[in-house]
């Protein structure tokens, strides 16, 4: 399934954005090439879209969360750079080219790493939002990225509470590694959005809270599954690593259909999770089957 | 030279609330572990120290600086644990004690590293502060935290303009590396002291800001010394490692006599600078003769 013009609509506008960000972090020139090779790597960009389209269906005009598209995808970037570490994943490949740290060395792949999860903040506060949504916005990245982490940890590490079932283990991986940085961007793009004199700014904030944590688990139990099926042509990265590496992962534990089934019900649940904002959230619903559907 | 106890006074204090920010990261508890072990090693503690004698120097009283206290030792004790690894400057030994990858391996040295940096944008945005604060704050860390990464890189992996002398080169990686977070240190407990109704408020800054450069350069020179002259014992880690790393450094390019005579130099820049701040600056030049003479 091909994504529909109305949800892509902003793309290019962030692209824009994100390539500016870098050209301010001029130097030195080998750390600011290293950092563009990672965050401007061709990429689905679906934590800026969720931000934008989050911060319209709270009643903004969607321009105003580019400060927050830039900075969460620094932060997605800068943890692909260091998930694909030898000491990590061991990854080569990534969105079809050599991953960093097989680019330009290990060491450059760490620092570019670090430099683009603080340039995540530095483009929170850089003047151009008011202090009150810098750091409204810098508290959510920060939650967003500390889930990410103890997701990576609990995926990689283990540490993870015994008295879960396999399957609620699973879910506590995904909500982490991939579900709190997901919801983070819903958060932050509605903060972007909503007006001070909204009477419903709690209850649109809530509802897209919780379209993000739906929205996040679904997208990593798509993820799973890709992992099985891809081919690393079509994916674009090395496919069946999950099972390689022993993760948990929800097709693993639970089986294909089941698999299925639970994609159905948290694409459900994120459909409901919008009903507040109904009337504002048509390219949001374009965005979960999308990302329901989506084969890479 | 033992330090004067005016210098060490809050440094109680400073342990505390370095102890209570991880408290606050408790899951999940390998990664807490992890973070404890690098944030809270035996340390001099400079960069929080200068925070919160800067905040004193610009009118302040000390303790409203210990979110930045925290949050700019958060950024250091990260730095020494990712320029620890493998594939950058592969220590064994920090503070006495085995590296975070020796003891916890080398992912979770990797990640908690990560956390440490995002904790510390974390403890600038919790509400403690007000918002125009957390954010001036957040945007000093960066600064401070983005030269640091440039100088690890210079100092890595070279990229140095050409037309530098050698040893215009290693002030500026010295001044990059070491400097650009000692300043951050400084201009983030001068943020945090002054008032605005201060109608010096913006010389007190200035004149913080210049202090926290030379003493940031000499703190680093004086480094580069104790490297060549300390024993591994009393340094509490690998020593002469400058050497064998090739590295480029201040004794190893204009010989240990001229070394001397710019310790000299920065240590009386330092305390010219601190001329407007003359009556409040008494323990911040205390702690410049701590810093000139220091031998670990």
């Known amino acids: 399934m091909s994504a529909p013009a109305s949800l892509l609509e902003p793309l290019s506008r962030i692209e824009r954005a994100l390539e500016r960000s870098i050209t301010a972090q001029a130097t030195p020139a080998n750390l600011a090439d290293a ?44 943890s ?14 990534r969105r ?13 792949a760490i620092l570019a790493g670090d430099a683009l999860l603080a340039m995540a903040f530095g483009e929170l506060t850089d003047g151009r939002l008011s202090p009150e949504l810098g750091v409204a916005l810098s508290r959510e990245l920060f939650e967003g990225t500390r889930g990410m982490i103890a997701g990576q940890v609990f995926d990689t590490l283990g540490d993870l509470p015994d008295q879960l079932s396999a399957l609620d283990q ?67 990265k090395r496919t069946r690593k999950d099972d390689a590496a022993g ?19 948290l694409r459900s649940a994120a459909v409901a999770a ?5 009337a504002r959230a048509g390219v949001l619903r374009e965005l979960i089957e999308w990302l329901a559907a989506r084969t890479k």
Chains 1, 2 share one sequence.
């Not at 709270?58 to 830039?70: D, F, I, Q, T």
């Not at 809530?206 to 079509?234: C, I, N």
């Not at 993760?247 to 159905?264: L, N, S």
């Not at 919008?274 to 109904?278: A, C």
């Open 170 to 236: 699973v879910r506590l991986i995904h909500a982490s590694k991939t579900g709190a940085l997901i919801t983070a961007a819903c958060r932050m793009g509605a903060l972007c959005g909503l007006r001070r004199d909204d009477p419903g700014a709690a209850q649109t904030f809530e509802a897209l809270t919780e379209f993000g944590r739906h929205v996040g688990l679904m997208f990593q139990v798509v993820d799973d599954l890709l992992d099985l099926t891809a081919t690393p042509e079509h994916a674009g």
């Open 247 to 265: 993760k948990r992962t929800f097709p693993g534990v639970a089986g294909v259909e089941e698999t299925q089934r639970e994609i159905a019900r």
């Open 96 to 108: 079809g080219r050599p991953t960093l740290h097989i680019a330009r060395g290990e060491a450059m």
């Open 274 to 278: 919008l009903e507040p904002v109904q």
């Open 80 to 93: 692909l750079v260091h998930d694909d570490l030898p000491a990590m994943d061991d990854d080569d490949l």
């Open 35 to 78: 950092m563009a090779y990672a965050l401007l790597a061709p990429g689905k960009r679906v934590r800026p879209l969720l931000a934008w389209h989050a911060c319209v269906a709270a009643g903004g005009a969607g321009p105003e969360s580019l400060p927050a598209c830039v900075a969460i995808e620094c932060v997605h970037a800068f």
